[in-house]
């Protein structure tokens, strides 16, 4: 079955073509960063408006790179949610039209569904067992999930504030270093010591599988208030305790959840991954605890169209269409609650 996939979620204009539901035959992936980086911050509004201006130039280079003619198309898959209702709502238009004139079948999929997706696309890791946990930690999301198997989530956990990814971005705006804040923060750290500073590690309560990541940003920009914005070998330290704090808080509630699922599998995805200290961190508490770990690479890692094409394949193929009627749906949730 050859998808089309189609990911505008939130800052970036995403699509895919998929084979088999596993070959990656194109991915393109149109980020926004530079628009807002002068925000601080995802602009929804600047968000929408970006969206609309790429997303028929971003299907036709996938379909070019992919060397697929519109009508050869067996589906079209596309994000339904959650995310940014503005930017959501380009992609679904664009997939609908699509679907509409070609006569090709439609699914809308949950963007969290396509992370849970993103190993089996990838040729480096090996494929995780049907049954096992997945940690999503990205700009918008920090959650843990038992996956059943395809289609059967439960939420254990999830941040009840900031996403660990927001707390990189809004630490490294009170830094003045700039958005997104993980990549400057995770560099600067190198050269820091992370046991410089004790930041607070939220751990609401040992049992407990929820996150909250806005005490550690208070505790940063309090410490800042009080020391002034460090440079130098100062700057490092902060950067490096304040990204141990979140490693740590990352590292025990993805291990226990592990251990209370009886699973012997955590699947690890979103932005946040993208940072050598947290993998590094999860690599040691899989070796010591005896569980398998999969973090695929990068680009499958971070947004993109692939993962929503392979998501929309599995359901495709067990029969599952969604209706031209069809609406974004910006808070949508893994398991209906
Ligand atoms: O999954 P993603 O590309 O987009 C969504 O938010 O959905 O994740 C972006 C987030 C941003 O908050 C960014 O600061 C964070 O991932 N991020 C990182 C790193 N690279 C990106 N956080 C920590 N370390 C990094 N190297
Ligand atoms: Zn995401």
Redesign the pocket.
Known sequence: MLVLGIET??D?TAAAVLFAGKQICSNVVSSQVAIHRPYGGVVPELASRQHIQNIVPVIQQALDEAGVQLHALEGISVTQGPGLVGALLVGIQAAKSLAFVLGTPLVGVNHLEGHICAPQLSTTVEQPPHRHVALLV????TLLVMVEGFGRYRLLGRSRDD?A??A??KVAKLLDLGY????V??QLAVEGDGAAIRFPRALPRKDELDFSFSGLKTAVANHVRKHGVPKGTELGDLCASFQQAIADVLVRKASRAVQTSRTCALVAG???L??GA?RNALNRAAAKEGFALFVPELEL???NAAMIAAAGTRRLQAGEHSPLEMNALPRLSLDGC
């Not at 990205?138 to 999301?141: I, V």
């Open positions: 979620s939130c970036e990205s700009g918008g999301h996403a990814g927001e990189f971005d997104p804040g993980g990549p923060i995770e979103g932005g946040v993208a940072n947290i890692c971070t947004d």
